[in-house]
């Protein structure tokens, strides 16, 4: 399964990308994989928001917000596949990859994602290739995650706290003027710090809600992204 969602992931990608020339950077996209309920995407400054559908793309820029329970299921990148929960949005900073030689030859040497989560929740599931650079960072209040290894967590913030559960692998967390925290699968941290190591899911209610979610989520969002490629 590891390599199926590596696999779908870069397809996507590659599908998106343009450009026929070595060691090129082309623009890309995010591809929506489903979306449930009323989802907007557009300029935030200017207020300018569509609702998603199956064909929308997300580029640098644009502001992502679900509104009352509605979801949405996406490939960021190839291998970082995320679902916004309900009453959340993020900001897409940052979406390309790097490729040598023509887009039909693949040839993908890095790739690069940055997201902001504003408010609300987020699931990750982060499953890197072998041999292919990767940077992938996901903010939030004085947060910085970057996974460097497969791992799957969720992400919440409401604007005065911020947590981090990480349902599969480990995350290293990074918060201003604080030393880096690793949260292994089965554990939480939050912020601002009430406790100086993470905290195990098991003694926690709302974590226990998180790793559940996560791990059903995980699942979905590999299902759907094996569906996309069949489809294409």
Known sequence: MRHCVIAVSIAICSLLANGCSKS????TSATVLSVRGKVLFGNAQKNDFQPFTLKSRIHDGDT???VGGASLDLALIPGALAQLSSDSE???EELKITKDGNDTAGG???RTGRIRLNRGKIIVLFIPSDGLASQFVIT????TIKPDSACLFCLR????TTRVTCAKGN???SAEAQPAVIIAAGYFHEWPNKRAKAVAAADDATAQID??????SGERLQDEASAWLNRR
């Open 211 to 216: 790793t559940a979610e996560s791990l059903e």
């Open 90 to 92: 993020i900001d897409i």
């Open 171 to 173: 995350i290293n967390v």
């Open 24 to 27: 090129i950077t082309p623009a």
């Open 108 to 110: 993908m040497r890095d």
């Open 64 to 66: 992502v917000r679900s």
């Open 140 to 143: 939030a209040s004085e947060l």
């Open 157 to 160: 913030s409401d604007g005065t």
